[in-house]
Every structure is written in C-alpha cells, then in structure tokens.
C-alpha cells in the first residue's frame, strides 16, 4: 500500500525502507493505542475490500487497479473509509517525505539562516 | 503525595493570553503580591529549534500537531509550550475589524478600548512592515497574481525583530526572531518577579485552587526540566485566569464541573477551517527561504473567506495535497517551483460546534462544515486558482476538485472544476490554528460564560483570557485581539486584588 501511495517506494533499497518504517514507528509512538488498532483494522479491511472486488487481496493486484482501488476508497461514500485512507496516506507521507536526503532531492532548501544561507551559497540557489 | 502551595493569582497557560496577563501584573508583584503561571508545555533552549518537521512539531504541537475533531475531519493546531501558540505562528499582527467587534456585541467591550490595547502590544512586539528586500517570490507572485485577477493584496504586519527569512515560523523560529510571549512578555514577567512553571498540566479547578501535575521530560524529548519537583500539587489563589486557549480552557472548566452552572460554557466553539492550494510553476521559485506568509486578501466581510500567502514543508505539504499515486508524486518533485496560498473560511458560531468532555475526562471538538463554510472555501479556491493562473503558473492543485490538477487552459472551466460536491470531508486535509470560543464574554450566564472583563459568572475569583472568550470569528489572524482582551483581563484582576484577597483570607 505504501508504494501505491508513494510510488518513489518501490524501487528504493532495504535502508530507505528501513528509515520509512522507523519515522511511521516513531510518529505512532505517541499515539493512543485505540488508533493504531484502527489503523490495522483499516489494511485489513482494504485487504477484504478488495478480495470482493476483484477476489483477490490488494497485494494481489497489478500496480495500477491498486491505485484505482484505493483512490476509489478516498472517494467513499462512507466518511470512516475515506478518513482510513487519509489516515495511511499521511502515515506513509511522513515516513517518506519526513527523510533528510528525500526533502533534498525534492529541492527543499530551507535553512536556519534564510536569506542568509542564500548570500553565502549563492549559485547553489 | 499531593503538595500544596499558595499564591495570590495564578495563571493557566503562558501563550497570547496568559503572557500578556503574567507581565502586566508586575505591578502587582512589585506591590508585594504573588504570581504564578503554569504552563503544560515545556521551556525549549535556542539551540533546540532545528527547523526540521517530524523533530519540532511532536515537540511544539498538542498531538504532534494531528489533533482531531471528534468526526476526525480537521486536524487543530494548539501549541504546546513556554509560550503557547506564539512560538508556532508566523507573527501576522492585526487588530479586530470594528465591525467585527459591534457583531459581537458585548456589553461594555469598547472597540477603541481594545484598539488601544492591541497597538500597545503592536508596539512592543515590534510590528511592522517588512522591506520589499525581504520578501521572497512567493510572497510576490500573490500580490502580481492578486492584481492580475482584480484584487488588492494586502501586506501584513509582522511582530518580528531581526529575522533572517528562515521561513521556519510555524515550526519555532531557529532564530529567536519572533517576538511572541515566549520572547518578550514572559522573560519580562519572570525578571518582574512572576514565577513560571512548566511541564505543568492543570487537572482540575476546585474554589479558588487548582490540582497540578508536574511532569518530567521522557528520555530523549526536548525541553528543559520542570522548574517544580514531578508530582500533584494542589495550589491555593485568590485569582485564577484561564489562558489554556479555547480548547484548552474551556474543557478544563467542564472537567472541573463547571458546566452544570454555566449552560454556554463549551458551546460557540469556531475556527478558520483552512486548506493549502499549490500552484505550480514553469520555473524554480523563492519559496523556502524569506517569512512565508507576508501578503493577504481579505474577503471575509463580503464573502466569507481570507487568503494568506503561505509555506510549508515537504511531509506537511504531501499530506496537504489531495490524493497521492504518480500526480501526487510528480507535483512534490516540483518543490522549488511551486507557489502555496492558504484558503481560509472565516466561519461564524453554529449551534453543535462545541467542545466537550467525555467521562473520563477526554476532550472532543465537534465540528461540522455548514453548507455555507463550504460554499465559501470553494470560491476562495476559484479565487485563489485564477490568482495563480495571474501570477503565471501552469497548473495549480485545488483540494475541492476532482481530479485535483487544474491545468491552465481549464481557467474558464473553474465554477464546475472547483465544486462543492469535490469537497468530501476526509479527502480534503482541513486543518484551523485559529481557534475561538467556548468561555464566550457576554451579559450573563444564560448567554455567555464571562463577562466583558473576562469574569466567570457567579465566580468572581475566576477568569479568562484567551480565544475562548470571543463570542463569535474575529475573521482575522487573533492574537493581537487576544493580547488586548487580556490585557484587560489583567487591569480588572489589579482592580478586584484587594476584594479577592480578602474573600480568601476568610476562606483559609
């Protein structure tokens, strides 16, 4: 589900999903138990979701009736599904854009010293 | 073991509110009284703030910043600090609109009174107009944009005393720039003699006492030390104010019991609902660096709604965006050319949007977007997307359309492009940092929580001096209003002093 969503993930190495891992662990760390029950109950959900629409799991399906699918679960008539999808794509975001070297190669430049940081490094701007 | 400690006024929460009370009562302290402010958040040291998202924000925000309302369809942005909410925002410094405060129309609140108050503050928080240097093209693409497509930005005046243009406003500023409570109000209070306490959380409010709890830092976490040993206290005060934010304030007045008395308390609860609109551009652009949000336009009056220039960061802006796949991809890979405005609905009080507590004592937020909040979002989106389209961008993302990416050609398509029926609450990432209400000031208890002073009704020890006191949207950025009302807030406690004191020398 995560490279449908961040379709970056899955051509990365073991380490970028390793460090993708560690932030979702990080950022549910402080979260109350109930939603991380939620958050599994919704993947599983997905799972049985998809297995009546196309009978077979999500992890069965090619890469673009995955995106299909899910996207179609953000459009949901039903609020808890639609707020399940938000819920794991932010989980996913923050995994993946929360890495050092990944706001780097976006071009995210932002630095303590501003305008600065702009003087000094000038052409690097 | 529950200590005990007495002092002669004690103030919950050290952001707008509570900063402004805890060093206008110098005075008082110099008079020989004793103050106290308890603040739940810790005291952060400068090297602390390193401008990185996932490192600052569960350090600075209530819920690392995803607190939701009770449906989980907005997520609330309270800071958690010494300092409240003045070390998250950007700085943006105007006073209430004079018909905003007729609207409300409270009984001996008087416009100019509060006007001369908040311009006080403006000059002491060093407001002003940044120079034409400083603003960076983001900034200026809005108002070439806003020209462009028949408005009239506006520039907003920031409290700011030399800043470098981290762009990092939201999450602490690295440079110490900002000129919040944390800054100027409470270092002040503390040199005035004001003692401050952090890390510590107020359980409840009995008569004229609150129970604390002092926390410790868990290893590895950010902040200094409680100045206060970890443990409950319960503290004894002639005077309590409540400057816990609107959110805050109110739900810890209903845990405490207060409701039963106080029918309005919790209700009135508003917000400026906001999404983040991304115009993407054929060039890279100055977006990361300069304040990120020094221009507006203000359409609350005649239909409802603001724009702010704004700037985000990579994880904030991905999960801002609609949907996610390739499109989402391809428009985060564009990062240096893409151009960010802030929609805000300017919302009025509506019966059900309200705080409450749960048995265990749990706070929820009920919120729900009227027909009319929507409507006003998605014309500040078609607004917001020809300002763009003005501005020479190629694409823009507009949350209320489906699909998201509105290409240029599409300009004469926007009224069935942007739509209301595209907007589908939790799809659409709706966040509020202004949040207002719940303690509203008012005549008596019947319609109102407090008084024009920030008085609780039938409890004359007892006040208010945060956003929960506005019975209505101020339709602006509210701190400066906050600032002013609790300086009032603070002139009645100097007045009430001696009354007060005397009430609790009987008592003990």
């Known amino acids: ?125 | 073991m529950v200590k005990h400690a007495q002092y002669d006024v004690l103030i919950v929460g050290s952001g707008a509110g509570g900063g402004t009370v805890a060093q206008a009562l110098i005075p008082l302290v110099q008079a020989g009284a004793s103050v106290l402010v308890v603040e739940k958040g810790p005291r952060f040291r400068d090297d602390e703030f390193t401008g990185h998202e996932l490192d600052m924000a569960p350090a600075l925000y209530e819920d690392g910043g995803g607190f939701l309302t009770a449906d989980g369809t907005m997520t609330l942005a309270m800071g958690v600090a010494y300092g409240g909410s003045t070390v998250v925002y950007t700085g943006t410094s105007l006073t209430a609109p004079e018909r905003v405060i007729r609207h409300w129309g409270v009984p001996g609140l008087d416009y100019a009174d509060l006007v001369a108050r908040s311009e006080k503050y403006e000059a002491e928080n060093n407001v002003h107009l940044l120079p034409d240097e400083e603003i960076n093209e983001n900034n200026r693409l809005f108002v070439e944009g806003c020209h462009a497509a028949g408005y009239e930005a506006r520039q907003f005046p920031v409290n700011v005393k030399g800043c470098l243009g981290s762009s990092l406003c939201n999450l602490g500023c690295p440079n110490q720039a900002k000129q919040g409570t944390n800054r100027v109000q409470l270092p002040r209070a503390e040199r005035g003699g004001v003692e401050i306490v952090t890390r510590a959380e107020v359980l409840r409010i009995e008569e004229r006492a609150v129970v604390v709890r002092v926390g410790e830092p868990r290893p590895g976490e950010k902040g200094e030390p409680s100045e206060w040993k970890p443990g409950d206290y319960r503290v004894e005060a002639a005077t309590v104010v409540l400057a816990a934010g609107a959110v805050g304030s109110s739900s810890l007045l209903l845990r405490s019991g207060f409701g039963s008395r106080l029918p309005r308390l919790g209700e009135g609860f508003t917000c400026h609902p906001a999404f983040i609109l991304v115009g993407e551009h054929e060039r890279e652009i100055t977006n990361d660096v300069g304040h990120p949000k020094s221009y507006y336009l203000d359409r609350a009056e005649e239909e409802g709604w603001v724009l702010e220039t704004c700037m985000y960061f990579p994880f904030v802006t991905a999960k801002s965006l609609t949907g996610f796949g390739p499109s989402h991809s391809t428009l985060m890979r564009a990062f240096g050319r893409l151009q960010m405005i802030l929609v805000l609905a300017t919302d009025k009080v509506t019966a059900g949007n309200r705080i409450t507590v749960d048995r265990r004592g749990r706070t929820a937020v009920h919120y729900t977007f009227t027909p009319s909040v929507v409507e006003s979002m998605v014309d500040a989106t078609r607004a917001a997307t020809r300002i763009f389209f003005g501005a020479g961008a190629a694409r823009v993302h507009a949350p209320p359309a489906n699909p998201p990416l509105i290409e240029r050609d599409e300009i004469s398509r926007l009224d069935k492009r942007i739509h209301a029926r595209f907007f589908r609450t939790g799809r659409v990432s709706v966040s509020a940092a202004h949040l207002m209400g719940g303690c509203g000031m008012g005549r008596d208890a019947s319609q109102s929580v407090t008084d024009a002073w920030g008085r609780v009704h039938g409890h004359p020890w007892l006040r208010v001096a945060d956003a929960s006191l506005f019975p209505d949207s101020v339709e602006i950025n509210p701190y400066l209003t906050i600032m002013g009302l609790a300086d009032r807030v603070a002139e009645g406690i100097i007045n009430d002093h001696a009354v007060n004191c005397a009430s609790l020398g009987e008592e003990r």
């Open chain 1, 1 to 125: 589900m995560a490279a449908t969503i961040v379709p970056e993930l899955s051509g990365v190495d073991e380490e970028v999903w390793r460090r993708t891992e560690a932030l979702i662990t990080q950022g549910l760390s402080g979260r109350p138990d109930a939603m991380v029950r939620q958050l599994v109950l919704f993947i599983r959900v997905v799972n049985v979701l998809a297995v009546v629409r196309f009978l077979r799991p999500f992890t069965a399906l090619d890469d673009a009736r995955r995106l299909r699918f899910l996207s179609s679960l953000e459009n949901a008539p039903i609020l808890a599904i639609r707020r399940g999808v938000w819920g794991l794509r932010t989980l996913v975001f923050m995994g993946y854009y929360g890495q050092d070297d990944v706001r780097a190669r976006l071009g995210y430049r932002a630095k303590s010293l501003g305008w600065r940081a702009v003087r000094q490094e000038g052409a690097d701007w």
